[in-house]
């Protein structure tokens, strides 16, 4: 539970706001980083820190693309692949990085370690193309800079290392 | 009409009010401007874009600072380039608009054009069909043609279910937001929401149960597209084939206006069945607006239980008589027994039905008591005196206007009202709500006022203290038309005001306009009296009558308990029944046995019992003789509101064979005793009596409770912010009887009221009313049935401790002489050393007053 969990970042984050319901949002974004994903648990969790229906904040969840209501990997790699990004390839190295992976368009891999995602444009065209794991950019991206990003990710994982992808 | 402005549409000049959007304002003098998502009754959000139109204003002069003039002397208008939402305008001077220009036919033909992307094809199997406004809109503004490409139509679930209620139809959806728009701004329940985007959109719930609300069915009505259905009606007829009948809602004391779609039924046997019910507008009552009570609550009418014959119990088994022995029957006991006969009326008889049975009674011999069931409530002379003024109009209350709700969980008990409060709070209105527990209505409320059970009367005697203080009474009214007075201030002299009820005070009696809702919630019938005194006597005496918006409502148990008060029949009759019990009871379609166990026990004893009934309820089971009656679908009648409204409904169904309006049967068996006249004809006939007789509907009759005026918003006939044809009013808006605070030769007669409470210190049993629950008129609609709990009682967290329970344990309350079993909850609700009990969620009996109780819990 993210009230017992995190009591002191949740105070922190309703003390920004006139009212409990327009912590929803920061709410959300801990609950994504404590469980991975936004389910239906924690929409009513996060409902009940907020005292609003369950069905606002599934509103709000549903209407930022940045909150995932499906279960995901460790590790989100989102790839940008709108026109500035394309022109650079990106579409080759989002085929080539789901090869790598061994997962299809949107898919996880099967360790859970890996979700991968095409996204819109993430505003950073000029280093494109570009993807960004779990909210960190990587610019100026290729495939083999990729690999050794997943090879390292899934070393550190492996080893039970503290990530250094938040 | 109050402040208005000039605004110019199509070139003609119009005097509208001052603050109205530009559809009410077109719309006001006849000129329809389409729109989708806007809702007279909600804030406009501009969304849909249907409603465009060219907007212009008079340019002024920057140096004369008039306007400036064309070669024939008329204002110049400044056009603005793009074309503007009309219902997100306000209705400025000058303003002036065009709707029909080819700029704006073009856009609403774009607009539909966009809309009807991959809008489903299906109006042939579409509960709207025939009655959309996306039809009647396309039929009249759009493209004949889509430049889209058919094969790209998005294809999405068709049913996906709300909720066991509501349907949705995702290919439907316009995406108007009309349904979140109602729960969130109308209802106050955030329960329905949009999630992700775009054509991806989806109406969704996730609240627990699913569309958590007691109002859902309304989202089905200002739809204005088939992607919301109910349950209930889905599938089940085509809105063409129905006929309208206005009806009355038979479940609560708000009188809610209602239609019954109805049609020849092939599944009925070829019978006029009703299909749905539908809400019928009347501003003054319901506006547009039902609970889902009152919208799935007409099964009963339709029930395979209802009983078709008369039955005489012989030996203890029924035997089925034809209805001229049955009246022989009664006749003979009712000459036998005389003056030991006692009458008993239940709450959802209609006037015409009371008047029989209280001249039946009167026939019968001239002391007969005509008790009302249930007894829980008394308070007629109150209402005559301090009743709510004439006109009173709820969702007009705003800032000016305070409410308080006494003793009475309002959304339970009459939700269209508490629908109303809740507007009016958001208006601005000070709402006041004093209970002894938390109530929904507390989260609108400015003042919350908590007492302990059986000190509310206290509460209205402080305010009242407070009022002579602080030179807030209306000397002109108490000097001129007020008796008793001087005994009313000797009793309120010195009493001590704590400082919580002194606020509420100023709060209340700060404005212009005080409406009282008193319930009954904890009182005994005795201490309910008083309360109505003392709401009384603090009205009367701050001038708080007489007028609109102002003066007591009782927040009765039951459709027509005003009725059955103004013509005679009283709970205070039906005590001294049971008190001194007589030897025969005619009983008119109420249920004590299933209510009260005291009331069970005495109609035991009884030598012969005659009920008349839809169906065989425990009482019934326990008559001598059963006499089968219509419901009130299924002939003509009147309701009297809890306002005081005599309002008709007409019959809608074909009568269930056998069965016979209770007003006829009552006539009937009158009929035959010594000095009995023939049996009036009709209806119509028997309210004429009523009219000669009984002072307060004097002047009434058919013709007049039928009258109806236009409303606004006029949402009848081809008016385009809806579809539906059921909404129009043609059965009439109903006459509210005036009390004698706005007859200008009466007096008014206040009095001291004993407040004092009872020390409830052993663990108190208060029972409460749901509205959901299992009364003999709901539970056979099948479809509500997710939504009535199980039998339960609230307790509190400490009495609960105290006794080892903890939520979700099965005990049994021991009361007098009943054991009772439920489900525990302990959810803060009861205060502490009170149990809080639903009556009416079984069979069985539970207390009708507060009680004292003990707690055993059922080991397993």
């Known amino acids: ?166 | 009409m109050a402040e208005t402005v000039t605004i110019s549409i199509d070139g003609q000049s119009y005097q509208v009010p001052k603050g109205a959007n530009l559809v009410d304002a077109a719309k006001l003098h006849g000129t329809d401007i389409p729109v989708f998502c806007y809702h007279p009754k909600m804030k406009p959000v501009g969304m849909c874009r249907m409603c465009l139109v060219e907007l212009g204003s008079v340019t002024v002069n920057r140096e004369s600072g008039k306007p400036d003039l064309d070669e024939h002397g008329q204002p110049v208008i400044r056009w603005q380039p793009k074309l503007q939402t009309a219902c997100t305008q306000t209705v400025s001077e000058g303003m002036a608009i065009r709707t029909s220009t080819a700029k704006v036919v073009e856009a609403r033909d774009d607009i539909l054009e966009f809309i009807l992307t991959s809008h489903p094809l299906d109006c042939p199997i579409c509960d709207k069909g025939g009655e959309c406004p996306l039809q009647n809109l396309t039929m009249a503004y759009g493209p004949g043609e889509s430049q889209f490409l058919y094969d790209d139509k998005q294809h999405l679930a068709k049913h996906v279910p709300l909720g066991e209620l509501i349907y949705l139809d995702r290919e439907r959806c316009i995406q108007c937001a009309r349904c979140t728009r109602f729960c969130d701004e109308v209802v106050g329940d955030d329960v329905l929401a949009f999630h992700e985007r775009g054509r991806k959109l989806q109406i969704v719930t996730v609240s627990d149960p699913p569309f958590d609300t007691k109002f859902s069915g309304n989202t089905t009505d200002i739809c204005p597209v088939g992607a919301l259905t109910t349950a209930d009606f889905r599938f089940g007829a085509r809105p063409w084939e129905l006929s309208e009948v206005p009806s009355i809602c038979p479940h609560c004391p708000v009188g809610c206006n209602i239609s019954a779609s109805t049609r020849l039924d092939r599944d009925s046997g070829g019978k006029k069945v009703i299909k749905r019910i539908m809400p019928r507008q009347n501003e003054q009552v319901n506006e547009i607006w039902i609970c889902d009570k009152g919208r799935f609550g007409h099964h009963h009418s339709l029930s395979s239980n209802r009983l078709q014959t008369p039955m005489l119990k012989k030996d203890g088994a029924w035997v089925e008589i034809d209805w001229k022995t049955a009246y022989q029957e009664v006749t003979s006991r009712l000459q036998k027994y005389g003056e030991k006969v006692g009458f008993l009326a239940g709450p959802s008889l209609s006037n015409e039905d009371l008047w029989e049975m209280r001249k039946l009674a009167r026939r019968t011999c001239r002391d007969c008591q005509i008790g009302l069931w249930p007894a829980t409530m008394t308070g007629l002379e109150a209402v005559t005196q301090a009743g709510v003024g004439v006109g009173t109009h709820l969702a007009a209350l705003g800032p000016e206007s305070a409410i308080l709700v006494i003793a009475s969980d309002f959304e339970e008990e009459a939700p269209i009202w508490w629908l109303q409060v809740k507007q009016a709070a958001d208006r601005g209105a000070k709402v006041m709500v004093a209970n002894a527990r938390p109530t929904k209505l507390d989260q609108y409320a400015k003042c919350v006022v908590r007492y302990e059970y059986g000190e509310a009367v206290e509460v209205l005697n402080h305010i009242a203290v407070f009022a002579r203080r602080h030179d807030k009474l209306n000397q002109t009214l108490v000097e001129g038309r007020v008796d008793g007075f001087a005994e009313l201030e000797a009793d309120l002299k010195g009493k001590r005001v704590p400082k919580q009820h002194s606020e509420a005070a100023e709060l209340l009696l700060d404005t212009e306009n005080l409406v009282i809702f008193a319930g009954n919630e904890g009182l005994t019938l005795a201490q309910q009296a008083e309360l109505m005194q003392a709401a009384a006597n603090l009205l009367i005496l701050t001038g708080h009558v007489a007028r609109p918006n102002n003066g007591l409502v009782a927040v009765w148990p039951g459709a027509n308990m005003q009725g059955a008060l103004d013509l005679g029949f009283s709970a205070e009759a039906t005590v001294s029944l049971l008190d001194n019990p007589p030897s025969m009871w005619v009983i008119g379609d109420a249920d004590p046995v299933a209510e009260d166990a005291r009331a069970a026990a005495v109609l035991d004893q009884a030598e012969f019992v005659v009920v008349s009934t839809q169906f065989m309820t425990p009482t019934a089971e326990q008559a001598d003789l059963v006499l089968p009656v219509l419901s009130f679908a299924e002939r003509e009648g009147t309701f009297t509101n809890a306002m005081r409204r005599v309002q008709r409904f007409y019959m809608a169904q074909t009568p269930l064979e056998g069965a016979l309006s209770a007003w006829k049967v009552f006539a009937q068996i009158g009929s035959a005793l010594p000095g009995g006249d023939k049996p009036r004809i009709s209806a119509a006939l028997v309210m004429r009596d009523i009219a000669q007789h009984v002072v307060r509907y004097a002047g009434m009759n058919y013709t007049d409770l039928a009258h109806v005026e236009t409303q606004f918003p006029d949402v009848g006939g081809h008016d385009l912010y809806y579809g539906g044809n059921a909404y129009a009013n043609h059965g009439g808006l109903g006459i509210q009887w005036a009390t004698n605070a706005e007859k200008e030769n009466y007096r008014l007669t206040v009095r001291p009221v004993s407040a004092e409470a009872p020390k409830y210190e052993d663990l108190t049993l208060i029972p409460i009313r749901l509205l959901y629950n299992r009364d003999v008129l709901f539970e056979p609609s099948t479809v509500m049935h997710a939504r009535i709990p199980a039998p339960y009682a609230d307790f509190n967290a400490k009495d609960a401790a105290q006794l080892g329970i903890i939520d979700g344990d099965q005990v049994v309350i021991s009361a007098g002489d009943l054991q009772i079993n439920v489900s525990a909850r302990v959810n803060g609700q009861a205060p502490t050393g009170f149990v809080l009990l639903p009556i009416r969620l079984s069979q069985l009996p539970v207390p009708a007053a507060p009680a004292m109780c003990s707690v055993q819990k059922v080991e397993e």
């Open chain 1, 1 to 166: 539970m993210l009230a017992e969990k995190y009591p002191e970042r949740v105070a922190k984050i309703f003390s920004k706001y006139p009212d409990k319901r327009s912590g929803v949002m920061a709410l959300l974004y801990l609950a994504q980083e404590e469980y991975g994903w936004i389910s239906d648990e924690a929409l009513s969790e996060v409902a009940a820190l907020c005292e609003i229906d369950p069905t606002q904040v599934k509103s709000i969840a549903g209407f930022y693309t940045m909150y995932s209501e499906k279960p995901k990997g460790k590790y989100w790699l989102q790839v940008c692949t709108d026109l500035p990004c394309a022109l650079r390839g990106a579409d080759e190295f989002y085929k080539g990085l789901c090869d790598y992976l061994g997962v299809k368009d949107g898919g996880t891999t099967e360790d859970g370690l890996f979700t991968v995602e095409q996204v819109m444009c993430l505003a950073a065209c000029d280093h494109a193309p570009m993807m960004q794991c779990n909210f960190h950019y990587h610019e100026n991206f290729d495939l083999e800079k990729a690999k050794t990003l997943v090879d390292r990710l899934r070393a550190e994982s492996a080893q039970k290392q503290p990530s250094s992808e938040k």
